[in-house]
């Protein structure tokens, strides 16, 4: 090679150097603030992630098993199998612990078994499930919308978010359980279960369920159609308006509740959702993932009024089904990329670990 050439091939390639430490300098503060890592790999759409006490973690997979994770996740056993029998969104959803967890080991999950979705109450002992019996049913399943997140209120009952069924939904429906918020008592959830009671309604298709630490206040994620994906600050009895008005339409007698925050005309699929805390920049926020946007987003709050929104690791690990805060302080996000509607990569799904920024 020619010297001069030379001199010209270590000129340019000192100013991509050069170029790429400005690209970094300059990046958007939160692409820079948080840490990744991938935890664990080689999972088949997992939907819901439930830490135990003792720092391990349940993790449903849609096609009906439950896995166990050891503590850092390196390493994992399946606790066995919830029979599931699903097309499309439906199958094994949502799981998590009863508040009692550490005196009855009790642990609740969401399964579409044909034209149902039911709630399932199961006991881990021994590292696997034993003794599944139903105690909701009757929420009418379909290829679409089938809802799925559960969640233990401050109240100690237990919370279901539910999808409308689809076209012709049944969210406007006042003796149909689907497209709405529903609550079982604590009692009914441990004991011969029941037909739960509706906490608000006109729900096209909870994603997310997420209590808000101060205020007790529930919120929740939902998909819209083409536009107006929201997030529902929840008030007992009050009507979310699907199908008849979405985002900021009261509806003709101006009863809808309308949304904390709307996507506007831009649609991301948002799914699972948790309020961050700890002592990071994050505390306080709305984080959920998103299935089309291929994001983690956050909303600030003042109150339950959205100050901020945010958009972080766009396009990095594909679609997001959920977030959920470990014990550690850190985000555990899922992906959902072998669900039929992603591109799977080597490795997926997988688990991100996500390190918030400090304060
Ligand atoms: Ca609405």
New binding site residues.
Partial sequence: MRPNRRLVLIAVAVAAVAGALVALLTAPKEADAQTTRVVARGLTVPWELAFLPDGRALVTERGGRVLVLARGMRTRRSAGRIATRASGEGGLLGITLDPGFARNRLVYAYRTLGNDNQVVRARFSGNRLRDARVIVRGIRAAVVHNGGRITFGPDGALYIGTGDSGPGGLAQTADSLNGKILRLSGDAARGDGGRPETVSS?HRNVQGLAWQPGTNRLFAT?MGETDRD?V?AITEGAN???PL???DDRGEDGS?AT?AWDTGSGNVAPSGATFVTGRNAWNGDLVFGTLRGRHLHRLSFDGDRVTGSFVSLAGRFGRIRTVVQGPDGRLYLLTSNRDGRGNPVRGDDRIVRVTPPSR
């Fill in positions: 006109g939902e929201e529902n979310y308006g699907w008005a979405r985002g809808f949304p």
